[in-house]
């Protein structure tokens, strides 16, 4: 399902962690773990292509933008230029800037790496700058691309008056492999540098008159934190077989200051002004997937659609799909190999999730709560016959069937990249969890959703004779109108509820804590995804709401609480999932019968945010126009070009959704990648 991971007032929500020309695999993946790890719930961390940095609007919510390690050269090819313009901008502006190793040097006036080794030397100027001096490396010998042979478990030592948030450790050892000392570092203070930690042992290169390891550079209003070693990287994610003997012991040197590490890290991210988890977060384990239906009888039904695509190993039976494998179980019956597989994967490091088998577990009745603790299903198929007999078009299908996981890598992933499951499927099939480690958004993936949000995908069988008078791009529509009157129609008062529609398909909430300011924060997002087989199209809908969850930006209880009052019903998931999911397949149901005619129009435009406003056309030089609407064939954004003194010249522009960016308080209408 697509999280929610963004707003509109500028509240920084989003850590980009750069995954493009010249970082390698293992940086990335250990960038985002251990940053995962520290800014859950508070920050969505989101790997980002240098395109991504060249040409979309990322940084109104940017709090940080990381360079992981790897060669700065694939950096310098892939950013110089316009990508730099626009990190250093955004840096100056206030935002904050952190590069690990091959980062580190990335963000300095001048790299020397290697100097003399005809195979490995770089030398040259960089543009960012940030530290106005040198990085020189390898701070120690032995480096070898793709390789473990020089690395080492470097010793530093930490200036505690430079870091003062949280925990600061004296001293401790890091993963290196590579990286540079900063020439001169303390020279530089009266340019806002501050060095954060020194190594502690003799070096393979001249570093001036420090040791620079780790070094703090205020820029503008921003800042930016290089390092030398890689701190980010966790002992528990090295292999000890990847080298020889000492590097075994490396691994193990590095367990022992673990802790120290984290309390490193989490002080610097603080420095650079981020709300760093007090606990660091836990990997969570897959649980169990549970199959039930509102008629138990079709719980059985579903399972014998899948007999053509299950295969029997012994006394088990699976699903091999392109993504996943799945072991199907009756409710009840477990075996050995059933209960090792239920046993916590290794959580302290990272997971292949898509390694693992996932077991549904067939319920012949409705799951007690005492089997899904954290999802009432009684609850919520009470909730649903009530919505249900409520609707004009009489729904009866979305929802009725629900697979349930508390924790599962992706509502969507496990629907949507799995064709065969997919194709047995019946329409309004829901997938729902309470936390998912790999959600997926409409550009990259994210990690694990914060607690209290709804998360579930929905499976939508849309025909093929009704892709002219009924398309598909309308889909992302009509689940952002069913997130809002699903919100509206929750109980008495909630039609007071402020939120609304951001063009295409996100939905917006008025700040509960300042609401006179007209602030608007994100809420709610969806994503859809397509594929055709035989006679018909297969849409999953992945949808996300702040429900109970106030960070990273509001919740549904907090908008309750300030919106309706004290009498508000509170915010049930069981019961909002319920509306969300009956007003969409009404919608859906009058959608095939009419079209995205005039009324859906209405409807449409009665809860959006865009009504005449003025925008920046980025991509047709500046241009000023003024939104009316949406073309009611495809869904296509229509502005109004304006000239003098905000007069129409007559020329509308016809925008689509997946190729614009809507910057909404800026006014900015930006192309996509």
């Given at each position: 399902m697509a999280t929610p991971n963004a707003n509109l007032n500028g509240t920084k929500v989003n850590v980009l962690v750069y995954n493009g020309n010249g970082t390698t695999v293992e940086s990335v993946r250990h960038c985002l773990y251990t940053l995962r790890r520290l800014l859950a719930p508070h920050y969505a961390v989101i790997p980002v292509t240098a395109d991504m940095l060249i040409k979309e609007p990322w940084t109104l919510t940017c709090a940080l933008l990381v360079i992981p390690g790897g060669a700065d050269l694939g950096y310098c090819r892939a950013l110089n230029g316009a990508g730099n313009r626009r990190i250093e901008q955004f840096v100056r502006r206030g935002g904050a800037f952190l590069g690990f190793c091959a980062g580190g040097y990335y963000g300095c006036k001048r790299c020397e790496f290697e100097v003399g080794d005809k195979t490995l030397q770089v030398i040259g100027e960089r543009e960012l700058a940030f530290f106005p001096g040198t990085c020189r490396g390898g701070a120690f010998g032995g480096f070898v691309y793709h390789s473990e042979s020089g690395a080492r478990a470097a010793e530093v030592t930490v200036s505690k008056e430079a870091l003062t948030a949280g925990i600061v450790p004296a001293r401790f050892r890091s993963y290196y492999n590579g990286g540079g000392v900063f020439v001169d570092a303390a020279s530089y203070a009266d340019k806002g540098v501050e060095v954060l930690a020194d190594y502690a042992e003799e070096l393979n290169v001249d570093g001036g008159s420090g040791v620079a390891a780790v070094v703090y550079c205020k820029v503008g209003e921003g800042a930016a934190i290089l390092t030398g070693p890689h701190p980010e990287f966790a002992a528990a994610n090295l292999d000890k077989s990847a080298g020889g003997p000492e590097y075994a012991r490396i691994v193990d040197a590095l367990a022992e200051d673990d802790r120290a590490r984290t309390d490193f890290l989490k002080a610097c991210l603080g420095k650079l002004r981020l709300q760093v988890a007090q606990n660091t977060t836990t990997v969570p384990s897959l649980s169990s997937l549970h199959l039930s239906s509102l008629d138990p009888a079709d719980t059985e039904q579903i399972v014998s659609s899948l007999r053509d695509i299950i295969t029997t190993e012994g006394q088990e039976e699976y699903v091999k799909d392109e993504n996943d494998t799945f072991r199907i179980e009756k409710a009840g019956t477990w075996s050995m190999g059933s209960l090792d597989e239920a046993l916590p994967q290794s959580s302290e490091g990272i997971v292949d999730y898509n390694a693992i088998t996932k077991r549904i577990v067939v319920h012949d009745e409705v799951p007690s709560s005492k089997t899904t603790p954290y999802f009432n299903h009684h609850a919520f198929y009470s909730h649903l016959r009530r919505c249900q007999s409520l609707l004009k078009e009489g729904a009866s299908e979305f929802g009725s069937n629900l697979i349930y996981g508390e924790v599962l890598t992706s509502t969507s992933t496990i629907l949507e990249k799995n064709p065969k499951l997919l194709r047995k499927l019946p329409q309004g099939f829901t997938s729902c969890a309470t936390t998912q480690v790999a959600g997926r958004g409409r550009t990259s993936n994210v990690w694990v959703s914060p607690a209290g949000a709804l998360i579930f995908s929905t499976v939508l069988r849309h025909p093929v004779e009704k892709l002219q008078s009924s398309p598909v791009v309308f889909i992302q529509y009509l689940a952002a109108m069913a997130v809002v009157q699903g919100i509206k129609s929750y109980d008495e008062g909630y039609d007071a509820m402020p939120v609304k529609v951001k063009w295409p398909n996100d939905v917006y909430a008025l700040d509960p804590e300042d609401p006179d300011k007209k602030r608007y924060l994100k809420i709610s997002g969806n994503m859809v995804n397509s594929h055709f087989s035989g006679n018909e199209y297969i849409a999953v809908v992945g949808i996300g709401v702040n429900a109970l969850n106030a960070s990273p930006t509001t919740s549904l209880s907090a908008l309750a609480a300030r919106f309706v009052g004290p009498r508000a019903a509170p915010i049930s998931l069981e019961k909002l999932l319920a509306h969300i999911l009956t007003t969409?397949?009404?919608?859906?149901?009058?959608?095939?019968?009419?079209?995205?005619?005039?009324?859906?129009?209405?409807?449409?435009?009665?809860?959006?945010?865009?009504?005449?406003?003025?925008?920046?056309?980025?991509?047709?030089?500046?241009?000023?126009?003024?939104?009316?609407?949406?073309?009611?064939?495809?869904?296509?954004?229509?502005?109004?070009e304006l000239g003098w003194n905000d007069r129409p010249t007559g020329r509308i522009w016809q925008l689509q959704s997946d190729s614009n960016s809507f910057d909404f308080f800026r006014g900015l209408l930006k192309r996509k990648v």
């Open positions: 969409l397949e009404d919608l859906y149901a009058r959608f095939l019968r009419t079209g995205f005619d005039r009324g859906f129009e209405e409807m449409y435009y009665n809860d959006w945010l865009h009504t005449n406003q003025v925008v920046t056309l980025e991509e047709e030089g500046g241009a000023r126009a003024r939104v009316k609407g949406i073309t009611r064939d495809y869904g296509l954004l229509l502005a109004e």
